[in-house]
T-cell receptor, first 115, second 117 residues
Framework: AQTVTQSQPEMSVQEAETVTLSCTYD???????LFWYKQPPSRQMILVIR??????QNATENRFSVNFQKAAKSFSLKISDSQLGDTAMYFC????????????FGKGITLSVRP | EAQVTQNPRYLITVTGKKLTVTCSQN?????MSWYRQDPGLGLRQIYY???????DKGDVPEGYKVSRKEKRNFPLILESPSPNQTSLYFC????????????????FGAGSRLTVL
């Protein structure tokens, strides 16, 4: 079974600084996607970024980028130029294989951006 | 606007009083799913549906029922709610009957906060 581990329950960063959120996972699959979701105080689940495992290039979406290390099964999220609106809980997620599109979520990291 | 709509957004009820949380999507998605979110546990899947009249259990199905009579609707039914079902519930949908690689991105509803006293 796939597992997703986010070992840091909380992090804090100064506005305009860079922060990295860690995530590790376990799978026997060779081709898959990985996701980071953001959950602001509104509780809405928002897709931040996704990475295809067969692509060597790390995905980037504006200030958000990933450091994907397939061999190490590591998938960290880097937020550059942190903004107050980045304050949220962040979840790393890994889809199950087979017919069910279940996402297995990590426990989440609460990120606070300080003014 | 493409979206997943859940109702109610907030509900306080008492043990044993049957309730239904509705979920509707306007994107013609085949796949729909329910998750619950609890502190320190992340999101866990309750039930999912591959298409109309096709449903199956997720990781934490006990105490819940679902139905999929129409493609757009996927209600979550709590026949006899108990306090351990106090949680934040999310409905989600995506295209495709499966996701071997995870290419089909899930679209989430806004969440339903349920409190069972």
């Amino acid at each position: 079974a796939q597992t997703v581990t986010q070992s840091q329950p909380e992090m804090s960063v100064q506005e305009a600084e860079t922060v990295t959120l860690s995530c590790t996972y376990d799978t026997s699959e060779s081709n898959y996607y990985l996701f980071w979701y953001k959950q602001p105080p509104s509780r809405q689940m928002i897709l931040v970024i996704r990475q295809e495992a067969y692509k060597q290039q790390n995905a980037t979406e504006n200030r958000f980028s990933v450091n994907f290390q397939k061999a190490a099964k590591s998938f960290s999220l880097k937020i550059s130029d942190s903004q107050l609106g980045d304050t949220a809980m962040y979840f790393c997620a890994f889809p199950s294989t087979g017919a069910n599109s279940k996402l297995t979520f990590g426990k989440g990291i609460t990120l606070s951006v300080r003014p | 606007e493409a979206q997943v709509t859940q109702n109610p957004r907030y509900l306080i009820t008492v043990t044993g009083k049957k309730l239904t949380v509705t979920c509707s999507q306007n994107m013609n998605h085949e796949y729909m799913s329910w998750y619950r979110q609890d502190p320190g546990l992340g999101l866990r899947q309750i039930y999912y549906s591959m298409n109309v009249e096709v449903t199956d259990k997720g990781d934490v199905p006990e105490g819940y029922k679902v139905s999929r009579k129409e493609k757009r609707n996927f209600p979550l039914i709590l026949e006899s709610p108990s306090p351990n079902q106090t949680s934040l519930y999310f409905c989600a949908s995506s295209h495709g009957q499966g996701s071997l690689s995870g290419a089909n991105v899930l679209t989430f509803g806004a969440g339903s906060r349920l409190t069972v006293l």
